[in-house]
Nanobody
Framework: QVQLEESGGGLVQAGGSLRLACAAS????????TAWFRQAPGKEREFVAA????????YYADNVKGRFTISRDNAKNTGYLQMISLKPEDTAVYYC???????????????????WGQGTQVTVSS
C-alpha cells in the first residue's frame, strides 16, 4: 500500500503561481508512476499531468501545457506540480495519484492509478 498526501493548494489571483506537493509513504520502494488529476465543481475528474518513475517521461493535458510542470524527487518520495499563469478555469480540487510501474507506459486515465490522495483545493480568482 502507498499513502499519498497533497499539500500546497490555496487561493491565488489569476496569473499567479502555486506549487503542489505529493508526499508518498508506505511501500515506496517499488517504482511507480505519479500523476495529477483535478476535479472542478460539477465536472468529472480530469487528467492534468503524469511522470514516470525515472522522470524521463512526462505527459500533460493540452490545457495546461506550457504552464504546468510535473516533477519528482524519489529520494524524498515526493512529487510536485508547479503551476504558473494560473487561470480561473484551473480552479479545482487537485488529486495526486500513483500506480506501480511495470513498463514504459504512463497512464492518463483514472483507471490507470491504484493509489489516490485526498486532494488539495486550488482556487484562482479573476
Amino acid at each position: 500500500q502507498v499513502q499519498l498526501e497533497e499539500s500546497g493548494g490555496g487561493l491565488v489571483q489569476a496569473g499567479g503561481s502555486l506549487r503542489l506537493a505529493c508526499a508518498a509513504s508506505g511501500r515506496t520502494f517499488s517504482p511507480y508512476v505519479t500523476a495529477w488529476f483535478r476535479q472542478a465543481p460539477g465536472k468529472e475528474r480530469e487528467f492534468v499531468a503524469a511522470i514516470s518513475w525515472s522522470g524521463g517521461n512526462t505527459y500533460y493535458a493540452d490545457n495546461v501545457k506550457g504552464r504546468f510542470t510535473i516533477s519528482r524527487d524519489n529520494a524524498k518520495n515526493t512529487g510536485y506540480l508547479q503551476m504558473i499563469s494560473l487561470k480561473p478555469e484551473d480552479t479545482a480540487v487537485y488529486y495526486c495519484a500513483a500506480s506501480p510501474q511495470y513498463s514504459d507506459y504512463v497512464g492518463r486515465n483514472l483507471y490507470d492509478y491504484t493509489y489516490w490522495g485526498q486532494g488539495t483545493q486550488v482556487t484562482v480568482s479573476s
